[in-house]
């Protein structure tokens, strides 16, 4: 199932309204990032929040592009002064979302997505109200430990701290504006292009856009 291609007026489209902040988490293992980077891929006027990280940095990964890679001392020293919009401590190390970086995207006019957990979300949804959110749900406990175990990063204590992890989070979902079962990789990339499409078409979203148009009515 192909996901719907994204406007060619996009920019356009941004004109006179305010980007809207989209988080989405899941447990880990539920196949989030590969949701996350088809999402990108139609969607290049979508922005993606890059978190900054106390946990080591993988082969595959990239400085920059992954995560910012930093110190315990050195998140400390951000989260005491105010940088982060969000944080959390998650199997044992930091995750943090920067404050000045949704910011300029907001008043951009740009949409900007944000791979955070459930403990980041609920200080983005007090945060920023108007805010949309996902969760992403495994088909079963079964399929995520499958996927955990198949993918070969994680030691076994690791394995199993993810899955307790999974167990706390997963019981959360009801604080989520909207749900995807990651069942069917096709589908549930389709299901995730519609949200996005939703919340750039929600009120807030338009609000002055729809102010200058209907300018245009007064007598």
Request: with cysteine.
């Amino acid at each position: 199932m192909a996901v719907p291609p994204v406007m060619e007026n996009a920019m356009e489209a941004r004109v006179g309204r305010r980007g809207s902040v989209i988080v989405i988490s899941a447990p880990s293992g539920a196949g989030k990032t590969t949701l996350v980077k088809r999402l990108l891929a139609s969607f290049p006027d979508l922005a993606f929040s890059v978190s900054y990280t106390t946990r080591g940095q993988r082969p595959e990964e990239v400085e920059g592009r992954d995560y910012f890679f930093v110190s315990r001392p050195r998140f400390e020293g951000m989260v005491e002064r105010g940088e982060f919009v969000e944080w959390a401590e998650v199997v044992g190390q930091l995750y943090g979302t920067a404050r000045p970086v949704i910011e300029g995207a907001q008043a951009a006019g740009r949409d900007i997505l944000l791979d955070i957990d459930v403990q980041g979300h609920a200080q983005v949804k007090q945060r920023l109200p108007g805010s949309v959110s996902v969760f992403v749900l495994p088909p079963s406990f079964e399929e995520l430990e499958r996927r955990l175990r198949c993918r070969g990063l994680d030691s076994e204590p690791d394995i199993q701290r993810r899955l307790q992890a999974a167990r706390r989070e997963v019981p959360r979902w009801p604080e989520y504006d909207y749900l995807i079962v990651n069942d069917l990789l096709a589908v549930a990339t389709q299901e995730l292009a519609a949200v996005v499409t939703a919340a750039r078409l929600c009120r807030a979203s338009q609000e002055v856009r729809a102010r200058e148009i209907e300018k245009t009515f007064e007598e």
